[in-house]
C-alpha cells in the first residue's frame, strides 16, 4: 500500500518527514497515526491523506524473481552432483532430482531469453 500525505501543496511519502514540514510550519505535535480511520486523523491537521495500492510488477521482475527462486533451488540441490562425481551416489539413485534440475534450468534458460528480448525491443 503507498500512502501519500498532503500538505499546503506538498506531497510527502512518509509521515514522519510530513511531521517535520508541520512543526516547521505550525509548531504543532500530535500523537501516533490510528490504525484505522487515518483520512479523519489527517484531516484534522489539514493534511490530505489517500492510499494507492502497489503497482503491479512488470513482466521483467516477475521473470527476474522466478530465476532468482529457480537459481536458489539448483543450489539446494548441488549436493547430489558433487555426491555423484565423487562416487558417493549413483545417477538412479538421484535421477528424480537431477530431472528437476534440467527442468529448472531449462526455465531459466526460457526466461533469461524473454528477458533478453524485452531488453532489445
Excluded: C
Excluded at 14 to 29: D, F, M, P
Excluded at 59 to 66: C, N, S
Excluded at 71 to 81: H, I
Amino acid at each position: 500500500m503507498i500512502r501519500k500525505y498532503e500538505y499546503q501543496g506538498t506531497t510527502y511519502r512518509s509521515s514522519y518527514v510530513l511531521r517535520q514540514a508541520i512543526w516547521k510550519e505550525e509548531h504543532k505535535v500530535f500523537g501516533k497515526e490510528p490504525d484505522e480511520n487515518r483520512a479523519e486523523f489527517w484531516e484534522k491537521l489539514n493534511v490530505v491523506y489517500t492510499e494507492e495500492a502497489d503497482p503491479e510488477p512488470s513482466q521483467a521482475v516477475l521473470a527476474q524473481r522466478e530465476i532468482f527462486v529457480l537459481k536458489a533451488q539448483l543450489r539446494e540441490t548441488d549436493y547430489v552432483v558433487i555426491k555423484i562425481a565423487e562416487g558417493a551416489a549413483t545417477t538412479e539413485e538421484y535421477s528424480e532430482v537431477i530431472a528437476q534440475r534440467e527442468t529448472w534450468r531449462a526455465r531459466i534458460n526460457e526466461l533469461e531469453v524473454q528477458l533478453d528480448g524485452e531488453e532489445n525491443a
